[in-house]
């Protein structure tokens, strides 16, 4: 199945192919559906196979190489349309086809009757097929072709309904900011690859990585090139300060922000970071700044996210929160945990999502939780499963979540610091108040919304089937990254899974200092009983004490906005970054430069040689005798210059 | 050496084309059409059968077809090409027939007129491309003039005699400087000759700052002509006044004749100069290419914003061009090609629904994602390329570009290539901010909702361009493989003198 790895991105293109182009024609939502869903079926088939494959082989054997035809090649850059098959890519690989597939399936409920229905599934494989180069491909620019192409995806999907309105402005516009603010990463990514190039003549991940784990490479190369893929990462992974396009993303349909902006594409800077992790490991310095950035992402993501009122945006804003876990645990060294992060995160978040996406359904495409109320009646399994979710973001013991977010705070303190294990377990505490605020509001307490408008009821099988999947792997999925804390010496098969491909990493990075099984269950315990506090806490409040809550945001007003209001970071990169552009391009660069004095010096040269022969031209008047005086003039003052010359 | 007839015939097919067309009665508008568009498509087989027997392993000149002229003077009838010209030879053979088609509804004053000086403009363009004699080169450049002044002058819209004048006056100026620079280095020992390939081992000889100002004079001349910073302000006028016909041609090959020219006179005639000249050079196409992505990205017309993303992206080609690097100088000739697709699509696409609604204001339309479907297709795709999306073809030039450049020991210093690839993000924030005003949105304006989509004949024209933007976006090696010998070859011949500079 290795040798057949690249039809897992030939046939989501083929289902994109036949959608886009006879899509229109077929019109029956059950054949496009099939066509797309059953594309990524298969291709979570494929990878499957190539999965049990890889297992049968000796680990030393466990990374090869399938090339399908020479891209471009131009002096000594060769790039091929290669696809590496690793234990990393094949689990990445895994997570997109089958969380991809089930959003697939759900989608074909939740899109009913949308008049873009076979648009959505065009785009949605297009999707696939590019996010299967990302993570696959065997060099930096097939993983670029990956990386822009998700980019286009998310800009098609997020204004998919491009004539609606979405917040103070519209669909199309939250579109173009995503691409834009990605394009602005990918240009540190760019700049990354162009080094990498310089550096080590190569572009292809085999050489690359096996020469700088050779080390003749000064450190400070490393740490730029790995700044400048940092940046990349942080565009397409919604980190500061380049994590504003993805709540606006929410302006897609929901499954397309359960596949694309939460379990999926998002993660792409993660896994990018852990495929180079050999880079980052030799660039200490940028490994503290990706500690930074994720953690402060994750911590200010956070208290956003407790005081906001739509649905989907308290998903987004934790999405981005939890993805700066990720960064942290690449940041401290621990790439494995940050991919075990991005696997669990990928169940339970698409379950929120597509959960979300199910109460919107039966919500009549309402999306304010304060419009909500008491749902759990109407539709039993959307709420059982979201809780089962939350449950699990919430690091509830037992649950997926609980395992990778454990091992990450575990990771933070033993080869970081105490402080950054504070502001984390912090950052958990909050994560879980947030979540149950959200099931409060939504399912708990009474109805608040108008019941002769709105009936809400459950979604139909094909919607909620995917749903009951993704909570069985959101309760199990952990248990395969069980810490050795539980399973012994050796017992984290996850880890020992990916062991091989962040050898070289591991190798270069620092020993970190013994720590003893005592702290390790003492700051377990410690940041478990605070999240289930504050679980409770939450859903006490704001089930059965709402005033409280508006009490306490009356009280701090001023916070309270703050938050409410992202901390106007929007606004100021519109003040401080648009806007500027803007003026100085149309006022100065076009109106000034370029019309006024660029323009302005060849009309007047223009107008001066226009000037000059009309003067010149009065010269020739036509009257001999003039002609005939300047004729005398001009022969005396030469011959009074030949005679003083002599 | 045999003579090789083939270019010779290329280029008289669509001399003889138009002069056969002024014998058709004006009144026979369809019969013009269908001979000017029978002509050019015999210019494209021939064309054709060219790339059919080419040799893309040798790096001298091939179907040299050598008549002497004037004999005291050395001046001959001297036509070839290598890999360079004969991909540019392609784009203009290929992208007539369909700016032809693409004019079959709009232009409907003076076809026959009009059909002549299209032709006669190939014929210009096809001459200038496969010179191999200055003497020869320069009459058909300045010839070539003649027609598109007319095309701007007579069938362009409401400024058009001031966009024609403009352009003339830019674009004389600067061959007048050429002129003089021809008729020097020619007079240059040992003997008077204006043989291109002769040339190439005198120009190298000739001392310092007189080969300063001869590169200067050749440069300034293809500089106007590309147009690099500061010298495009002619560029807006005449890409907005032409009628569409005028500004595809004018951005897919004309435009190239200045960067062609960069590479096949001013490169390997003056190694030396080009050397030390390239850092200054260069930080002007990088002043272009941000220059005009931001300039496009305020113009209210969306003619406009198509011609200033020109400048910036001839200033990739220019900046690829002076990085004196394989890479730089392989994507600088594909994005040639790349920038004459993609900014062809753009123009032809402008045009189709200027026909319908005669305006080109952006805020004029918004919606159209949902009344013409097929139209913004297309008009994403053309925009994507244009952007540079990987798997399109923008991609393959401005990537290669960058990265030859970044190396460069020539300009030996990054920010050339961190300021140039900002460029690529602003041209995802003109292109697409354009393409969301006009597709997306609620359709704003009711005369949106009568107009059809693309018919079958615009459908036909827009294919062909697209299918390349894939193409080259998936698979360059076709393209990219005809000129590997001949840019290493040109590379080589500058190291050959510029050892110096080089280490």
Known sequence: MIDLIHFTIIIPLVGFLINGLLGRKIKNEKVIGAIGSGAVGIAFIIALGALFQLLSLPESERSQVVTLFNWFSVGNLEINFAYLVDPLSITMALIVTGVGFLIHVYSIGYMHGDKGFWRFFTYMNLFIFAMMNLILGDNFVVLFLGWEGVGLCSYLLIGFWYDRKFEKGTVAQAAKKAFIVNRIGDFGFLLGMFLIYLTFDSLNFTEVFSKAASGAVPEATFTLIALFLFIGATGKSAQIPLYVWLPDAMAGPTPVSALIHAATMVTAGVYMVARTSIIFASAPAIMTVVVIVGILTAFFAATIGLVQNDIKKVLAYSTVSQLGYMFVACGVGAFSAGIFHVMTHAFFKALLFLGAGSVIHGMHEEQNIQNYGGLKKHMPVTYLTFIIAAFAISGFPGLSGFFSKDEILWYSYSNFSLGLWIIAALTAVMTAFYMFRLVSLTFFGEERFDHHKVHPHESPKVMTVPLMVLAFLSVFGGYIGVPELFSGEGGNKFHHWLEPVFAAANGRLAENAEHSHFEEILLMALSVSAAIIAMWFAWKIFTTNKELAEKTSNKFKGLYNILFNKYFVDEFYEKAVISPINKFSEGFLWKIADVRLIDGFVNGTAGLIDNISGTIKRLQNGIAQFYAVIMMTGIAIILFWIIFSL | ?503
Request: hydrophobic fraction near 55%.
């Open chain 2, 1 to 503: 050496m045999e003579n090789n007839l083939l270019l010779t015939i290329l280029l008289l097919t669509p001399i003889i084309g138009s002069i056969l067309v002024l014998f058709l009665k004006e009144e026979q508008k369809n019969v013009i059409r269908v001979t000017g568009l029978f002509i050019s498509v015999i210019a494209l087989i021939v064309s054709l059968f060219i790339l059919g027997d080419f040799d893309s392993s040798r790096s001298d000149f091939q179907f040299i077809h050598k008549i002497l002229w004037v004999k005291s003077l050395d001046i001959s009838y001297h036509v070839g090409i290598d890999g360079i010209s004969l991909l540019l030879l392609l784009l203009t053979t290929f992208l007539t027939p369909l700016t032809l088609i693409s004019t079959w509804k709009s232009i409907t004053k003076n076809v026959k007129l009009f059909t002549f000086f299209m032709l006669m403009l190939e014929a210009g363009m096809i001459g200038v491309f496969i010179s191999l004699d200055l003497f020869l080169f320069y009459v058909l450049w300045e010839a070539m003039l003649i027609p598109m002044y007319f095309i701007i002058g007579v069938w362009g819209g409401e400024q058009r005699i001031y966009a024609s004048v403009k352009f003339f006056i830019f674009t004389m100026a600067g061959s007048l400087l050429m002129l003089i620079a021809i008729i020097w280095l020619a007079m240059s020992p040992p003997t008077f000759t204006t043989d291109l390939i002769k040339l190439y081992g005198v120009g190298p000889f000739v001392k310092g700052d007189i080969q300063m100002w001869m590169f200067l004079a050749f440069f300034i001349s293809f500089a106007i002509k590309v147009p690099l910073f500061p010298l495009h302000t002619w560029l807006p006028d005449a890409h907005v006044q032409a009628p569409t016909a005028g500004s595809v041609i004018l951005a897919g090959v004309l435009l190239k004749m200045g960067t062609f020219g960069l590479i096949r006179f001013c490169l390997p005639l003056f190694p030396q100069s080009a050397v030390i000249a390239a850092p200054y050079i260069s930080v002007l196409a990088v002043i272009g290419i941000i220059y005009g992505a931001l300039v496009a990205m305020v113009q209210k017309d969306v003619k406009k914003l198509v011609a200033y993303s020109s400048v910036s992206h001839l200033g990739f080609v220019v900046l690829g061009i002076f990085a004196f690097t394989q890479e730089a100088l392989q994507g600088a000739i594909i994005q040639m090609i790349n920038h004459g697709i993609s900014t062809g699509a753009l123009f032809l696409l402008v045009g189709m629904i200027y026909d319908r609604t005669h305006s080109r204001e952006i805020s004029f339309y918004g919606g159209i994602a949902k009344t013409l479907p097929v139209f913004s297709t297309a008009l994403l795709l053309a925009s994507l390329s244009s952007v540079g999306l990987p798997g399109l073809n923008g991609f393959i030039g401005e990537f290669l570009i960058l990265t030859g450049s970044f190396k460069s020991l020539v300009l030996n210093n990054w920010w050339y290539t961190i300021f140039a690839a900002t460029g690529v993000i602003f041209a995802a924030v003109y292109l697409l901010w354009m393409y969301q005003r006009v597709a997306f949105g609620k359709v704003t304006n009711d005369k949106l909702l009568a107009i059809p989509d693309l018919n079958s004949r615009e459908l036909f024209i827009l294919l062909p361009l697209l299918v390349f933007a894939v193409w080259i976006g998936i698979y360059p090696g076709s393209f990219l493989e005809l000129t590997d010998v001949n840019s290493a070859s040109i590379l080589g011949h500058v190291k050959e003198f510029t050892f110096n500079f080089l280490q």
